[in-house]
């Protein structure tokens, strides 16, 4: 008897290890089954999440892209934004940096606008594509996640900058047009007509930067080569409803510039012909890179220009009202018969100078450089609403901000 109980509960015992281990078995493959779709699902979402990643970095280049190529465009926004030939070029621009950054995305639509009351151009691209699904056709899902992402570019005219080379340049002598070809910019000197010039005891159009005064030339120097660290802003107000005449533009800036300031930019009466400006100059020169001036007299580049646009002129007590910002590349300086020199070759040569100007005409009475405008863009400054409109003769002298919005 003892021994048939003991069978039946040896039995009894194995049946039920068999129960469980059938019940483990199901639970098992039950969180294997779980197990996997979480796997799929953290392997497709970071699949997902990455793909996205690259898509935002394509839109974002993209749009820059455009946004880049637009800026050296001649005209206003309005003209700019309806130039076929052009929106065509920037889209092909960008498309192509996109794929640079994203392979196999497209662009799912890009549009060029302006904004800020028309004084701003706005890019805004969307980039597209799809990130294939390895594990989800487990859980019946087909194909891949698509997404896209959007990115906008804004251009604009600055307001104000740093790095700004201390010297004041007269927008009378500017050629209308950007980018232009060499022309002589001329500084007070026997015989300068269109600017403030001779008449101006002490003064050279070379200023103080916002963040020092100091008639040092070799501070004068360091700053020639390396611009001003301090913010320099062009004269707020300037653009009105209807638009100021060129002798009201002037007379509002002198009314602004009743005391020095970032505007508002003191004069440095010092020795440009002192050692360390002459090669400073020649360091421009040499470098040819684009670089900041201040401009200043007001109204158009044909526009009045006399004594009165220097306000308290006569030494240290002159004030330049900064009308507007110019790059330009520096191709050479005149100061005198003695302290000249030029690089008139690439940028600043051939077809580029068709006057065939060079830096060693004239005598000890003359001073000037040997200038071409250039698109250039910038950073730093500040993250006001800009008052200059692309293509306004007025304020906008190349200087470009571009920079992503969203």
Not at 107 to 133: F, H, K
Not at 242 to 271: D, Q, V
Not at 349 to 362: A, D, I, K
Request: with cysteine; hydrophobic share 35%; charged share 15%.
């Amino acid at each position: 008897m003892r021994v048939l109980m003991s069978a039946n509960w040896f039995r009894r015992i194995k049946s039920r290890e068999h129960s469980e281990s059938g019940a483990v078995a199901v639970t098992v493959a039950a969180l294997s089954l779980v197990l996997v779709g979480v796997g799929a699902f953290t392997l497709d979402f970071g699949m997902s999440y990455a793909s996205t990643r690259q898509l935002q970095t394509s839109a974002d280049a993209a749009a820059l892209a455009a946004a880049n190529y637009l800026k050296s465009q001649p005209g206003t926004c309005a003209t700019i934004v309806v130039t076929s030939s052009v929106i065509t070029t920037a889209r092909d621009t960008a498309d192509s940096i996109m794929l640079e950054n994203r392979a196999g995305s497209t662009r799912e639509r890009m549009d060029v606008t302006c904004v800020n009351g028309g004084r701003s151009l706005q890019v805004r691209y969307v980039s597209a594509g799809s990130t294939p699904s390895f594990l989800g056709p487990i859980f019946g899902r087909t194909g891949g996640y698509a997404s896209s992402r959007p990115a906008t570019a804004l251009v604009e005219v600055p307001d104000s900058a740093i790095g700004v080379r201390p010297y004041a340049i007269c927008a009378a002598q500017i050629p209308a047009g950007l980018p232009s070809v060499v022309y002589k910019m001329e500084l007070p000197a026997l015989g300068n007509s269109l600017c403030p010039g001779a008449d101006s005891s002490g003064n050279w159009w070379s200023v103080d930067c916002p963040e020092a005064f100091s008639n040092g030339t070799s501070d004068l120097g360091d700053t020639t080569v390396n611009g001003c660290s301090g913010v320099i802003r062009i004269v707020p107000g300037q653009t009105t409803t209807p638009a100021r005449t060129p002798i009201g533009l002037r007379t509002y800036l002198e009314g602004y510039c009743t005391a020095r300031n970032a505007s508002c930019l003191s004069a440095n009466p010092g020795n440009l012909r002192g050692t360390p400006i002459v090669n400073a100059w020649d360091t421009l020169i040499d470098k040819k890179e684009p670089i900041l001036l201040p401009v200043f007299c007001g109204g158009l580049p044909t526009g009045l220009c006399d004594r009165a646009a220097v306000v308290n002129a006569g030494g240290n007590n002159a004030i330049y009202p900064v009308q507007s910002l110019l790059g330009v590349i520096v191709c050479g300086y005149h100061w005198g018969s003695k302290n000249n020199d030029a690089g008139m070759t690439g940028i600043c040569g051939g077809v580029n100078n068709p006057l065939g100007l060079r830096s060693s005409t004239g005598d000890s009475n003359d001073n000037y450089l040997l200038l071409r405008s250039v698109p250039i863009s910038i950073s730093g400054g500040d993250s006001t609403v800009t008052t200059c409109g692309i293509g306004d003769p007025t304020c906008d002298r190349g200087a470009r901000r571009v920079f992503l919005s969203e």
